[in-house]
Each structure stands twice: as C-alpha cells, then as structure tokens.
C-alpha cells in the first residue's frame, strides 16, 4: 500500500489524463461501465444507472476537451451520488423502503455544481437508512465480498475502491466518509462543517457535512472546489475556500497524535502500522506530541471520549423529525430505539448537549493552535466481516463533533486490506489540511526522503 509509484498516483491530476490526449472521457466511461458489469453484481454498489445520460455528457467532454475549452478541471470526472442526496434524472431513495423509487425531479445544490462543472454523473450509490447506522442493501467491500464496506456512504466508497467510478459525493455526519474511504481504499474528504453546500441531501443534522470520495487526492479536492464555486457552503456559512488546482504542500514542525476513545478497540497490526506511519514522519523532523506532554491536550483526549454518546443524544432529538412521521413498521429496530431515546429528551436536554459539544470544540480550538494539524488512524483496523453493523466510528466521530476538517489517505495496511491514515485539520482550514496530506504523499513518494 504504501509503494512510491501507488502513493504517486494520488497526487494525479484528473483533468491530466484528458489534456495530455491519453484518454477521453467516452473512453473512461467505457471501462467504468464494464468494470461495472464484471463487478456490480458482487459489490452491489448501486442503486441506479443512468448509462445513456452519463454517455451524453462522457460525449459532450470529449468534445470540449478536443477543443481545448473544458468547464473545469473536474470536466470529464465520473462521479456517484450518494442517494440521500437528489438527481434530477434518477430515484432518490434515502437507503430507506419508505422512499424507495421516490423521485424529486430536482438535482441537489451539489449535483446541479457537478453538472456546470462537466462531470458525468453515472449513478446513485448505496446508503445506509437515512445516512445511519442500519443497512437493508447488500454492498460488499470490493477487496474482500465478505467484508462490509462501512456506512453510511457505502456504496460510493465501495464504486470508487473498486474501480467502477473516478469519485462520488457522501455525507458524514458521525464517520460515514472516512470509514468507508479506509475500508475501501479511497480517498475521504470531509471538509469543515458547512463548507459545502447541502441543499437537496435530504440532511439535517447538526453536524452533517457533505464531502468526497474519490480514487486520488486531487480528485477529492478538485470536486469539492468545484461546488463551492458553484453554489458555496450552506446557507449562513463561509463556503470551502482555495484554488481548484490541489494546495501546495505544506510541511509540519509539529502534529499531535489524536487517540481518541478508539484507541482501546484498535486491532494490534493496524497500531503497528500507524506507530510505523508516526516513524516515518519523525525521520523527517516532525515533532509527533500526544497528552502526556500537555494538560490541555490531555483534557481534550478525556472530553473527546464523550464523543459517540454525545453526537448519539444530540442526533436522537434531531431526528425526532422526520421519524415520528414516518411508519413506524417500515423503520429499522435502531431508528425506533433513536426515536425513542429522542422522545424522551427535553429541549433542555438537548440544549446542554448543545453546550458540551460547544466546550470540547473550544478545547480543541486551544490545542490546536500549538500543532500543525492532528494525526490518528481512519478506523480501528481492516473493514470488519458482515454483520449488522457497518464497523465502529469511534475514530472518526471526533472529527464531526468538531465541524473540523478531516481526511483519510489509504496509504496503509492492516492484513493485507486497506486502512486509512486519518489527518484532522482546523475549523476553516481546508487547504492547509490538503497541503499537509500532499507534503505526506509526496514525502513517502520519495521514499521518505
């Protein structure tokens, strides 16, 4: 996972491939399509195809790039949607059986970017209900069929890992970016809370951001730069801000090994590969500093442990709507139980949540203004065996909590399947963040050098 010439395919640029004259878009989307039919009936990535109008669009990229004028740098890119978020062309079914073929004839502030931008929508990807925790698809991790992918993004993270897509949009709203991007080996690429614009993803919640998965760096980058362009953050919030073109790498003097209460449910190999990952950084004189050197990071450390129960009580009182509308018998045993619990709230209840998630926030605000960034592992270890759940979140969750930015660089192992290396930047510093994982790629690609 870790050979030079794969972590430089990270750092490739997606509109290269289509200026040099490779490739053409038609042409990829040819053999995403086969890869699709040699592989969907395994994976069970999707939820809908649109082939003739994703060979529409492949046809009218290849056109603009021929004539040297394409829309943007993500022109051409073959892109999925998550299907809590609205297309236009296809269902919008939420990962659940009461919206199952429900069709809002709207595309999503996202997806209309998307489109002005050139990419070719392809497809709807899997989900878990209503972007949580229970899954009624069947989507496997294309690594290993029966491993879960992770949630809620399944199926965009399992379309990308399994070479079917260049890139799809997810959601996280606890960790359903950057664990399925470390199940799968993809990129994942939540940004800071409110930095893209979530107008028709069906998502509500408080801590939920809109990001990206994608097959490299740069793609993840490039088309989230390219919603922001379009149609901004949400409502009231300052929109992602940077160049389309990936940051320049930006070398760290200082960054904090972030636990966390996963910590403790860390298999043993993918430690070792993350105490293997911290070497490499030391040999290029990066100071590497975690609680036991500084008392407020150590408070941070304990607060953070309140993570899961926290984000949990503060999701159960927001999801009293839209739940208590819909039929009860058609919602799955852990959505009834989170409505129940959110019954029971007050709104005080809910306001202290509020506060607390408020206070560790400000906690990690004065740890990080001494560090360069923070530095964890994207899930506990390789993607769980299928069950009933999509793997723990206890790695990522502190990143939602916080609205701060996050990624998860496949550019470790556990067993021999994918494990991400989990970067965690500042509120608003989504480039930095950016920089730092390109100073990383292209260190290891020297061969730490």
Not at 166 to 181: E, K
Not at 232 to 243: E, K, N
Request: with cysteine; proline share 6%; net charge negative.
């Amino acid at each position: 996972m870790t050979e030079a010439g794969a972590v430089r395919n990270l750092l490739e640029d997606p509109g290269a491939r289509y200026r040099s004259g490779a490739t053409t878009p038609t042409r990829v989307l040819d053999g995403y399509l086969a890869a699709i039919a040699a592989r969907e009936g395994q994976i069970k990535a999707f939820t809908a195809l649109n082939r003739e109008g994703a060979t529409a669009a492949a046809a009218a990229s290849t056109h603009r790039w021929a004539e040297g004028r394409p829309l943007s740098p993500v022109d051409g890119m073959v892109v999925g949607i998550k299907d809590v978020i609205e297309t236009a062309d296809m269902p919008t079914g939420q990962g659940s059986p009461i919206w199952e073929g429900f069709e809002t004839r709207r595309d999503a502030a996202s997806v209309q970017a998307l489109r002005e931008a050139g990419a070719v929508v392809l497809g709807k990807t899997t989900t878990t209900e209503f972007a949580t925790r229970h899954s009624f698809a069947d989507t496997r991790n294309p690594h290993d069929t029966a491993r879960t992918p992770g949630g809620s993004s399944s199926g965009s993270a399992a379309a990308v890992g399994g070479g079917m897509l260049d890139a799809a949009l997810g959601t996280q709203v606890v960790g359903s970016i950057l664990r399925p991007a470390s199940y799968c080996g993809a990129v994942g690429f939540k940004p800071s809370f409110g930095a893209l614009n979530r107008g028709g993803a069906n998502d509500q919640l408080s801590q939920s951001c809109l990001g990206t998965i994608a097959s490299t760096l740069c793609g993840a980058w490039a088309l989230a730069a390219a919603i922001a362009k379009r149609v901004g953050g949400d409502p009231g919030h300052p929109a992602l801000r940077g160049d389309v073109d990936l940051p320049p790498a930006r070398t760290p003097r200082r960054m904090a090994l972030l636990k966390t209460a996963g910590w403790a449910q860390l298999e043993p190999t993918a430690r070792q590969a993350l105490e293997r990952e911290l070497d490499l950084w030391r040999s290029a004189g990066v100071e590497i500093v975690s609680e036991a050197e500084d008392a407020d990071f150590a408070a941070l450390e304990t607060a953070l442990g309140e993570a899961w129960p926290l984000t949990e009580r503060i999701l159960s009182w927001e999801f009293c709507w839209p739940l208590r509308s819909y039929p009860h018998a058609q919602l799955s045993s852990i959505m009834q139980a989170r409505m129940a619990v959110g019954l029971e709230m007050s709104l005080d209840d809910y306001e202290e949540a509020l506060a607390r998630r408020h206070a560790i926030r400000q906690s990690y605000g004065r740890v990080a203004e001494g560090v360069d960034g923070f530095v964890t592992l994207a899930a506990t270890g390789a993607a769980p065996r299928l069950d009933d759940t999509t793997g723990s979140p206890a790695m990522n969750v502190p990143a939602s909590l916080l609205g701060v930015p996050a990624l998860s660089l496949p550019i470790l192992s556990d067993g021999g399947l994918p494990l991400g290396l989990q970067l965690i930047g500042k509120m608003g510093g989504d480039a930095d963040l950016m920089g730092l994982a390109r100073w990383r790629l292209e260190f290891g690609a020297n061969g730490g050098s």
